[in-house]
């Protein structure tokens, strides 16, 4: 995935509540990252409010994740969006998280 892909970028802070019993962030959670920054990059370009007055949407075909790292509160981390496929019914979107140093801790893609 190249960076130029990721044109959106927004922070998070982990919560305490997202540790499990190991003591870092349960996996589960990533997805989550990855939907907040996704729903933040469908309402910047538009699909959002064209379900609002529409009735068009997108529904989540199939996501994946690549865990490089495990991470543990208390972090802020980044998380990066974009697309990296139109095609004529569905649009693919890869996903990076960053830590507060730069390191990557998962990567992943989403089809819509």
Known sequence: MADADLVLSIQVPVAWGEQDLFGHVN???YF???ET???HYLE???ILRSYKEVGHGVILASTRCDFRK???????LTVHAGTTHIG???FTMP????DEIG???AEGTSVQ
């Not at 996903?95 to 960053?98: E, G, L, N, P």
Request: aromatic fraction near 14%; glycine fraction near 4%.
């Open 32 to 34: 989550r990252y990855f």
């Open 70 to 76: 495990p991470i543990a509160w208390p972090q802020l």
């Open 37 to 39: 920054v996704r729903m």
């Open 27 to 29: 996996n589960v959670v």
């Open 88 to 90: 004529t019914t569905s």
């Open 44 to 46: 910047r370009i538009g």
């Open 95 to 98: 996903y990076m998280i960053h």
């Open 103 to 105: 390191e990557v801790i």
